[in-house]
């Protein structure tokens, strides 16, 4: 089965589905865009690391590890003073959960040129680590280096820009590292197609296109998303009863 959806489809923001979406999406990024940059420029996956409670696990799509974080360890015997008195505990023990972004990088200086930031439901939803990529961001906005920063999903508030923004689906930020503080915002519709993406690299040089759609629609096919995706089920987060509607005939369509 093919993407049933012209752009973004909205079962693939489920968060037990989405972050292994997120790292796909980014490898095949990567892969469309090596070759329009090459030999100038290399794409690196960079990596970051959170410390998450059990709860917070299941909150960004990772019941699995929050499962095995509260099994109950076995009891042990008690010896010596312990037997009077003492009661078995458990202690709170933060999992480490991984996220993936990519970089375009000069081959000759190894210097940071580009950014590309996937967001996902750590960015968006937990306050701590949302602050800990605002941070990360807000570094990446006071240097040169550019950024392309790409959010597919409905949950959570946008991300700041100063002044206002159109209210929107979806958004993609492209922010040139010699353009600032202006910057292009690609606001867009569940209905729309995901617009075609300028690549920044250097002040002056031709930028490269970003198919993120047929990028997003070709990984969608090659992963059979579609044996995953209860479309029985309403998406998470729900859409809006006319959209509902709409996209419960694309997809009844498609099968």
Not at 157 to 162: D, G, K, R, S
Not at 216 to 236: K, S, V
């Amino acid at each position: 089965m093919n993407c049933p959806f012209p752009g973004m489809d909205p079962w693939l923001e489920h968060p037990a589905l989405w972050p292994d979406v997120h790292d796909r999406l980014l490898a095949a990024i990567s892969d469309e865009i090596t070759p329009l940059v090459a030999p100038r420029y290399y794409v690196a996956l960079g990596r970051r690391t959170y410390l998450l409670q059990p709860d917070d696990l299941v909150f960004v799509g990772r019941p699995d590890l929050a499962v095995a974080s509260q099994s109950p360890a076995p009891p042990e015997r008690p010896t010596g003073r312990e037997a009077a008195g003492a009661v078995d505990v458990e202690v709170l023990v933060s999992d480490e959960v991984s996220e993936s972004y990519l970089e375009v990088r000069d081959v000759e200086t190894g210097a940071l040129v580009t950014a590309l930031e996937l967001l996902s439901a750590a960015n968006k939803l937990h306050r701590e680590h949302c602050e800990d990529y605002e941070r990360k961001r807000q570094r990446i906005l006071d240097s040169r280096t550019s950024l392309i920063e790409v959010d597919l999903l409905r949950a959570g508030q946008p991300m700041p820009l100063a002044g206002g923004r159109p209210r929107s689906d979806y958004r993609v930020l492209v922010s040139r590292g010699w353009t600032r503080p202006r910057a292009k915002l690609y606001a867009f519709g569940l209905r729309e197609p995901i617009p075609a993406l300028p690549v920044p690299l250097q002040r002056g040089e031709e930028e490269p296109e970003l198919r993120l759609n047929a990028v997003l629609h070709g990984l969608y096919g090659r992963a059979r998303f579609d044996l995953r995706i209860r479309y029985d089920r309403p998406p998470e987060p729900p859409l809006r009863e006319e959209d509902a509607a709409w996209a419960r005939g694309l997809v009844d369509a498609a099968r």
